[in-house]
T-cell receptor, first 110, second 115 residues
Framework: AQRVTQPEKLLSVFKGAPVELKCNYS??????LFWYVQYSRQRLQLLLR??SRESIKGFTADLNKGETSFHLKKPFAQEEDSAMYYC????????????FGTGTRLTVIP | GAGVSQSPSNKVTEKGKDVELRCDPI?????LYWYRQSLGQGLEFLIY????????KSGLPSDRFSAERTGGSVSTLTIQRTQQEDSAVYLC?????????????FGEGSWLTVV
């Protein structure tokens, strides 16, 4: 069975400081992993996916199969980064439905 | 439409009553998903549709929950005999296809409160 763990419910950092949101997963196959973000009063939206190996809004995430992790990182946090972040895994073979972690609320302190 | 549309945006219902939540996916999207977001519980997968069929109903929490999709478009999630623990935000999402690699787009959710 698949599982996504986000150990931190709340994370506060100062503006300009590095930020890392942790995500660990459990999945027997070859996973596809995502980070979704929900800004205040907005809908949940895709931030990035590991297969794209892209940087969005300065965020990056590397899939580490040895550690079964997909931590989200940004070298210099901005106030507008304050939001709820969800790590997600695409589960059953051939299907696209996502399994989410419980989320981490990031607050960037001015 | 421009995005996934859900209605009602807010619903307060009495315990024991039935509720219907509606989802209108992005035009042309064949895959549709329902999730539930409870306080402190994160997002819980409920069911997904490819066209009008639901290959995976494993996430439905009880037989009080059902969902259907007609015409490959609009979907309705029905909760019968609502209980207080059903209070949550019900999120609908859609993607072009149900195969991996298709970006999933979410609606704003239907906030359900059972009193």
């Amino acid at each position: 069975a698949q599982r996504v763990t986000q150990p931190e419910k709340l994370l506060s950092v100062f503006k300009g400081a590095p930020v890392e949101l942790k995500c660990n997963y459990s999945y027997s196959g070859s996973p596809e992993l995502f980070w979704y973000v929900q800004y205040s009063r907005q809908r949940l939206q895709l931030l990035l996916r590991h297969i794209s190996r892209e940087s969005i809004k300065g965020f990056t995430a590397d899939l580490n199969k040895g550690e079964t992790s997909f931590h989200l990182k940004k070298p210099f946090a901005q106030e507008e980064d304050s939001a709820m972040y969800y790590c997600a895994l695409s589960g059953h073979s051939g299907a696209n439905n996502l399994f989410f972690g419980t989320g981490t609320r990031l607050t960037v302190i001015p | 439409g421009a995005g996934v549309s859900q209605s009602p945006s807010n619903k307060v219902t009495e315990k024991g009553k039935d509720v219907e939540l509606r989802c209108d996916p992005i035009s042309g999207h064949t895959a549709l998903y329902w999730y539930r977001q409870s306080l402190g519980q994160g997002l819980e997968f409920l069911i997904y549709f490819q066209g009008n069929s639901a290959p995976d109903k494993s996430g439905l929490p009880s037989d009080r929950f059902s969902a259907e999709r007609t015409g490959g478009s609009v979907s309705t999630l029905t909760i019968q005999r609502t209980q207080q623990e059903d209070s949550a935000v019900y999120l609908c999402a859609s993607s072009l296809r149900a195969s991996p690699g298709n970006t999933i787009y979410f609606g704003e959710g239907s906030w359900l409160t059972v009193v």
